[in-house]
């Protein structure tokens, strides 16, 4: 089964800090790719980055970049230099040519 | 703007009747995903369309159903509803059905089972 895990319901992080969502996931694919997306309060969904799971170098989108391990099959989030428009629902999701599964989301609030 | 539309954008209705919810994709994608997204949820994945073929299922309950169109808009089929359908309902297009392409999500259809 392919399954995505999110373990931190909620983060808080200060304007101007650097916060680190986590996110694991599970399948036996060797072709994939790995996407965050950011849902804020108007619900719109929003790419923030993605990543081949080829590619053993982390994929970077400005003030954002990921830590993917593969064989941890880890797929963390960094947000730097935090920001009050980065106040969302992020979720990680995991691409393969039929599904694209996401996982259930991290609230993150940023405290001014 | 996505590109994707979804109509209605609201919609309420009562137990036990039937709803279509409608999706049209970007110009040209040829992928349409549904995904529930319930209250304070993630999105659960329901069924993907690619082409007018059905590519894969989710969690689509028997009481729900889904097609593409040669013209290849989408539609969702709610039928029995329950209390527990109230949710957020995403359409989402890609060009093809490769894993490197990004999701193009619609605004979504807020369902209210009243």
């Known amino acids: 089964a392919q399954t995505v895990t999110q373990s931190q319901p909620e983060m808080s992080v200060q304007e101007a800090e650097t916060v680190t969502l986590s996110c694991t996931y599970d399948?036996?694919?060797?072709?994939?790719?790995l996407f965050w997306y950011k849902q804020p309060p108007s619900r719109q969904m929003i790419l923030v980055i993605r990543?081949?799971?080829?590619?053993?170098q982390n994929a970077t989108e400005n003030r954002f970049s990921v830590n993917f391990q593969k064989a941890a099959k880890s797929f963390s989030l960094k947000i730097s230099d935090s920001q009050l428009g980065d106040a969302a629902m992020y979720f990680c999701?995991?691409?393969?040519?039929?599904?694209?599964?996401f996982g259930p989301g991290t609230s993150l609030s940023v405290i001014p | 703007d996505s590109g994707v539309t979804q109509t209605p954008k609201h919609l309420i209705t009562a137990t036990g009747q039937r709803v279509t919810l409608r999706c049209s994709p970007r110009?040209?994608?040829?992928?349409v995903y549904w995904y529930q997204q319930s209250l304070d949820q993630g999105l659960q994945f329901l069924i993907h369309?690619?082409?007018?073929?059905?590519?894969a299922k989710g969690n689509i309950l028997e009481r729900f159903s889904a097609q593409q169109f040669p013209d290849l808009h989408s539609e969702l089929n709610l039928s029995s509803l329950e209390l527990g359908d109230s949710a957020l309902y995403f359409c989402?297009?890609?060009?093809?059905?490769?894993?490197?392409?990004?999701?193009?999500f619609g605004s979504g259809t807020q369902l209210s089972v009243l």
């Open positions: 989402a297009s890609s060009p093809g059905g490769q894993p490197n392409e990004k999701l193009f």
């Open positions: 399948t036996s694919e060797s072709d994939y790719y």
């Open positions: 990543q081949e799971a080829y590619k053993q």
């Open positions: 999701a995991y691409r393969t040519y039929d599904k694209v599964i």
């Open positions: 110009s040209g994608d040829l992928s």
């Open positions: 369309y690619y082409n007018g073929e059905e590519r």
